[in-house]
Every structure is written in structure tokens, then in C-alpha cells.
Antibody
């Protein structure tokens, strides 16, 4: 059974940083593109970043380019999102998701990031 | 960026009746030589992550009941629930996977009348 479990969210002040983690199981992690997708009540679902199976390619939505870094450790079946210089508009539930043709066929339960002073 | 617009925002349908959700893209989702529509549909129940229901505009994922069907091409797409069941109460989203950034519609909430 495919499972994805995120962690690392929390309350952080504007300008702060967090590192989100996602542990995968139930499939060959190194064979898949992986992504982070966030959800807010106001903006709905928003794709944030994608990483290639070997980690050599990373892609971001413009609003996070230069502030967020997606990475992975295939040996640890883990996906990461380093988020720096946080803004209020980054407040969201962050999901780790497995990609299939740039759709998202499995999702974790999400980890909440709240940016507030 | 490709803008995805869903309608209606919400609808209430009686059990056993048909529910129809529309999704319109700002650019054609026939974006490759393979003549496939790069459009997916998701279902999100309260407190749960989204679940992929349909890929390529009309191909059901494994295990998805056949009362769910997708149709359309180019810029106009439809998700139909042929006979609404109580467990289908959810928010439904479309998503284009034609080009980066991959964008979602705003969602349609389906309730029981």
C-alpha cells in the first residue's frame, strides 16, 4: 500500500524558515517524480514544486522560486521542502504527493504551516 | 499560466440523480502530438487529501466506480456522477497537466438535496 507521511510544519514568524519532510512507503520511491502541493481556504489547491526521480531536476511555481528548495534522499525514501523567508501568504496545508504524468495519484495527509507574528 | 475555471461553485443533487460539474481551461489541453487532453479530476472529502479520479479527461483510475465519468476536449470538460450516492459528497477539482505551473480549478462542492 502506498503511503506518504509529512512532518515538519508549525507556526513560524514572517521571514522564518522550516524544513518539511515526507516519508514514503509501499512503492519504489526512486522511480517516481514527487511533488509538494499546498492548500488554503482562499486560494484552493496550488502546485508548489516537483523533483525528478534522481533529484537532478527541480521545478517551482513562480511565487516560491528562490525561497523554496525541493530535494530528496532516495535511500531514505524521503522527500523534503526547505522553505525560507516565509510570508503570510505561504500559510497553508502542505501535501507531499506522488506524480503520475504530472497528475498526483497519491497524497499524504498534509502538514500545516502557519506564518504569523 | 493556464487558468482553470469550474462551475458551479456548489450544487445540491438528490440521491440517485445526476450531478454535472464543468471545467474550462484558458488554453487548449490538447497540448502534445499524442492528441490526449491533459486534464485530471480529483475528489476531496472533508478532512482528507484529494483523490485522483480521472486522468486524460476520461480515463478512470483503478477502483473508481463507473458512475464517475469524464468527458470533453480542448478547453471544455465535464465530470458527471450518473447516480449520486451519499459517499460522493465532496469537493471536486479539475487540474491541467499540460504545462508548468500545473493549475487547479477552484473546486465544486457537491451536496445532497
Amino acid at each position: 500500500e502506498v503511503q506518504l507521511a509529512e512532518s515538519g510544519g508549525g507556526l513560524v514568524q514572517p521571514g522564518g524558515s522550516l524544513r518539511l519532510s515526507c516519508i514514503a512507503s509501499g512503492f519504489t520511491f526512486s522511480g517516481y517524480w514527487m511533488a509538494w502541493v499546498r492548500q488554503t481556504p482562499g486560494k484552493g489547491l496550488e502546485w508548489v514544486a516537483t523533483i525528478s526521480p534522481d533529484g537532478s531536476g527541480q521545478y517551482y511555481v513562480d511565487s516560491v522560486e528562490g525561497r523554496f528548495t525541493i530535494s530528496r534522499d532516495n535511500a531514505k525514501y524521503s522527500l523534503y521542502l526547505q522553505i525560507n523567508n516565509l510570508r503570510a501568504e505561504d500559510t497553508a496545508l502542505y501535501y507531499c504527493a506522488r506524480e503520475k504524468w504530472s497528475l498526483f495519484d497519491y497524497w499524504g495527509q498534509g502538514t500545516m504551516v502557519t506564518v504569523s507574528s | 499560466d493556464i487558468v482553470m475555471t469550474q462551475s458551479p461553485d456548489s450544487l445540491a443533487v438528490s440521491l440517485g440523480e445526476r450531478a454535472t460539474i464543468n471545467c474550462k481551461s484558458s488554453q487548449s489541453l490538447l497540448c502534445r502530438a499524442d492528441k490526449k487532453n491533459y486534464l485530471g479530476w480529483y475528489q476531496q472529502k472533508p478532512g482528507q487529501p484529494p483523490k485522483l479520479l480521472i486522468a486524460w479527461a476520461s480515463i478512470r483510475e483503478s477502483g473508481v466506480p463507473d458512475r464517475f465519468s469524464g468527458s470533453g476536449s480542448g478547453t471544455d470538460f465535464t465530470l458527471t456522477i450518473s447516480s449520486l450516492q451519499a459517499e460522493d459528497v465532496a469537493v471536486y477539482y479539475c487540474q491541467q497537466h499540460c504545462s508548468n505551473p500545473f493549475t487547479f480549478g477552484g473546486g465544486t462542492k457537491v451536496e445532497i438535496k
